[in-house]
């Protein structure tokens, strides 16, 4: 199964500025989630991140506000820009093993917007 | 619009006790359905995942769900809960579309927090 670790795992941010977020995995992985899990609230898809093309957005989710690098088969980032704090939730990245169609997760950042 | 739901929020039983928590999805196509835990301070990890074969499976820690297609449902059940099963679990659903295919994008439950009363 693959290890997956994000930086940070929280942080407090003030209203206006932006967090990029890092998802790291121990193996190369075609695809990559982005999801948000807002208190109280389900997992929601924010966008597929796939190395060698642009992210895909799901409804409700636009690229500049939610900017995806994705440079490598290993690594990706996910900016939270121009915060408030409706944007104050936990950011998960996943990636499937597709040999086992399995998602596995990361930690999770817990971001707190003042 | 594709959804999931899970009918039980908040469940509390005591160890050696029978669990079931509900799930049901909204799709009439073709699904393919899991169960993820999250341990306290922990990872959202698998608990068991059922594609295609018999409805009934079993995962780790002694938990199975039962896919019934007719009603639109993937229970997720444990004959006698342990105090270490304290945890939130996530019913999460594939929707394969003609379009998409098996896209891998998952439909999440509310989540289901699980206490287990030593």
């Known amino acids: 199964s693959a290890v997956i670790s994000q930086k940070p795992s929280r942080d407090i941010c003030q209203r206006g500025t932006s967090l990029t977020i890092q998802c790291q995995v121990d193996?190369?992985?075609?695809?990559m989630f982005w999801y948000r899990q807002q208190p109280g609230q389900s997992l929601t898809l924010i966008a597929t991140?796939?190395?060698?093309?642009?992210?895909?957005?799901e409804s409700g989710f636009v690229i500049d506000k939610f900017p995806i690098s994705r440079p490598n088969l290993t690594f990706s980032t996910l900016t939270v820009s121009n915060m408030s704090p409706e944007d104050s939730s936990i950011y998960l990245c996943s990636v499937v093993d597709l040999s086992t169609d399995t998602q596995y997760f990361g930690p999770g950042t817990r971001l707190t917007v003042l | 619009a594709q959804s999931v739901s899970q009918h039980n929020h908040h469940v509390i039983l005591s160890e050696a006790a029978s669990l079931e928590l509900g799930c049901n999805y909204s799709y009439g196509g073709t699904v393919n359905l899991f169960w993820y835990v999250q341990y306290p301070g922990q990872h959202l990890q698998l608990l068991l995942k059922?594609?295609?074969?018999d409805p009934l499976v079993k995962g780790i820690k002694g938990f199975e769900a039962e896919f019934i297609k007719s009603k639109f449902s993937f229970n997720l059940r444990k004959p006698s809960v342990q105090w270490s099963d304290t945890a939130e679990y996530f019913c999460?659903?594939?929707?394969?579309?003609?379009?998409?295919?098996?896209?891998?994008?998952?439909?999440w439950g509310l989540g289901t927090s699980l206490a287990v009363n030593p």
């Open positions: 991140a796939n190395q060698g093309s642009e992210a895909t957005y």
């Open positions: 059922y594609f295609s074969g």
């Open positions: 193996s190369q992985v075609t695809m």
């Open positions: 999460a659903v594939n929707f394969e579309t003609v379009n998409a295919g098996n896209n891998r994008k998952l439909i």
